[in-house]
Every structure is written in structure tokens, then in C-alpha cells.
Nanobody, 131 residues
């Protein structure tokens, strides 16, 4: 069982930055791929970024590539999402998620971006970007 708690959301002006954090419980954190997803009002939840359990690979949605950076600290059971050059369209509730990818499941963007494959979710943190 893994519990996830997000923090760091808030209100920021366009062009500004925020750093989201996700604290995970459990001693098996290192074995989980970690992802960030977001859901804007009236829209479906969408993939933002992911980092694999070994921390060696990162994946991003095209809409955030070059502006957002995902990282993980396995010693502290934490994953971060550094968000720079924020735009009003980044406004959403941001969710942290964990997936223990089973042996044989490939490590591809299509896999890490598939929210149905994630086992655990946080409650979300609100990000509002004003124009």
C-alpha cells in the first residue's frame, strides 16, 4: 500500500514558477514509476510527466516539454514537479500517481502516460495561473 500526498500548489501569475511535491509512504517507493497528471475544469484528466522507478528515464506531455521538470528523491520518498514559464492553460488540479510496473510491461511513453495503469493516487493540489 502506498499513500501519496501532494503539496506546493497555489496561485501564480503567468510566466511564474511553482514546485509541486508528492510525499509517498511505504518502503517500496523505489520500485514505483511516478507520474503527474492534471485535470482542468470541464476536461478529462491528462498526463503531464513521469519518472521511472530507477529514476533514469523521464517522460513529458508535449504541452509541458521544456517548461516542466520531474524528479524523484528515493531517499526521501518524494517526487517533484518543477513548473516554469507557467501559462493560464496550466491551471488544473495536479495529481501524483504511482505505478508498480510489472515485469514484461514495456517502458514507453504510452505506458507511463496511461492513467489506468497507475495503482495509487493522491488527493490533488490546485494550481491556478492568472493572466
Amino acid at each position: 500500500q502506498v499513500q501519496l500526498v501532494e503539496s506546493g500548489g497555489g496561485l501564480v501569475q503567468a510566466g511564474g514558477s511553482l514546485r509541486l511535491s508528492c510525499a509517498a509512504s511505504g518502503r517500496t517507493f523505489i520500485f514505483y514509476d511516478m507520474g503527474w497528471f492534471r485535470q482542468a475544469p470541464g476536461k478529462d484528466r491528462e498526463f503531464v510527466a513521469a519518472v521511472t522507478w530507477r529514476g533514469g528515464s523521464t517522460y513529458y506531455a508535449d504541452s509541458v516539454k521544456g517548461r516542466f521538470t520531474i524528479s524523484r528523491d528515493n531517499a526521501r520518498n518524494t517526487v517533484h514537479l518543477q513548473m516554469d514559464s507557467l501559462k493560464p492553460e496550466d491551471t488544473a488540479v495536479y495529481y501524483c500517481a504511482a505505478e508498480r510496473r510489472p515485469p514484461g510491461r514495456p517502458e514507453t511513453l504510452a505506458v507511463v502516460a496511461n492513467e489506468r495503469l497507475y495503482d495509487y493516487w493522491g488527493q490533488g493540489t490546485q494550481v491556478i495561473v492568472s493572466s
